[in-house]
């Protein structure tokens, strides 16, 4: 394809990813290959809102059923929240029961490092299989932080605190996959939506389409279905809800809510 060419993007349906892994009871090699419906094919061609599940809401007692139900319903895109306790004043779980819950599903995953190390950690997500590694702004160093996690093959994720101004993005908009915009401060999930993180939404869409730039703007904490109307207008495509999906009575029909918008 020349540059100049008119067909500037190529969607996949599926991605493809392969992992060697130890069985753990007959001890040998085995060459496992997932595909996951890519998320950029289901809003650039598809035009769907995603609605992106945040474990940390879930029942961590039946993880695994969890997931799968949330799969089932139509979510996404997995969206596992890291927290080290010192970026944030809570821990919440690594990459192990991240691989659990991604191994039980076929959806695509985020890890979102809210974490100060991202570099540290970053590779182990992307050994277990996420499809997209999002840090935050906050942690300093973002070209080297963007390179490095592009370096592991993945897409990379940059997170925006609602008292961010993005004064960044401009510059890196070009170069990432996905804007996280937090509309609550990280830590904790069911707290309330703020209304900065709605302003920052707005900003982040601008952005991308004074760049003509194709990455995907998500959207994070207190999204619910009071919410979410606003954020998918002022620009986002991906909606992180933790509470508002975890605990519902219905997760499809949070799904088909969702999808109305
Ligand atoms: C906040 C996390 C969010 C959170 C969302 O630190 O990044 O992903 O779990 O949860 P709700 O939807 O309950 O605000
Ligand atoms: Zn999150």
Not at 108 to 131: D, S, Y
Request: glycine share 8%; net charge negative.
């Amino acid at each position: 394809m020349s540059f100049d060419s008119p067909l500037r993007s190529v969607y996949f349906v599926f991605e493809q990813s392969v992992r060697v892994v130890n069985n753990r009871i007959s001890g040998e090699l085995e060459i496992r290959v997932y595909f996951r419906r890519s998320v950029e094919y289901l809003v650039c061609v598809m035009k769907r809102i995603i609605v992106s599940p945040s474990i940390l809401a879930a029942d961590f007692g039946r993880l695994g059923e969890e997931v799968r139900a949330a799969e089932a319903a139509g979510a996404g895109l997995l969206h596992l929240d890291i927290m080290d306790g010192h970026f944030v004043p809570n821990i919440s779980f690594g990459p192990r029961i991240s691989r659990f819950a991604i191994e039980n599903c076929t959806m695509p995953a985020e890890a979102h490092l809210m974490v100060t190390e991202p570099l540290r950690w970053a590779p182990e997500f992307a050994k277990i299989g996420c499809r997209y590694i999002t840090f935050h702004e906050e942690t300093g160093n973002v070209h080297e932080n963007i390179s490095a996690i592009k370096e592991l093959g993945v897409g990379v994720g940059v997170a925006f605190n609602p008292d961010n101004d993005l004064s960044v993005l401009p510059e890196i908009i070009g170069e990432i996959d996905l804007v996280l915009i937090m509309s609550v401060f990280p830590g904790f999930g069911g707290q309330e939506f703020l209304e900065s993180g709605l302003k920052n939404i707005e900003k982040a869409d601008l952005i991308r389409r004074q760049a003509s730039a194709k990455c995907l703007i998500a959207v994070d904490g207190g999204i619910d279905l009071k919410t979410a109307p606003s954020a998918v207008a002022a620009g986002a495509d991906i909606l992180v809800m933790g509470s508002a999906f975890f605990h519902a009575e219905s997760y499809s029909a949070v799904v088909k809510q969702i999808a109305s918008i």
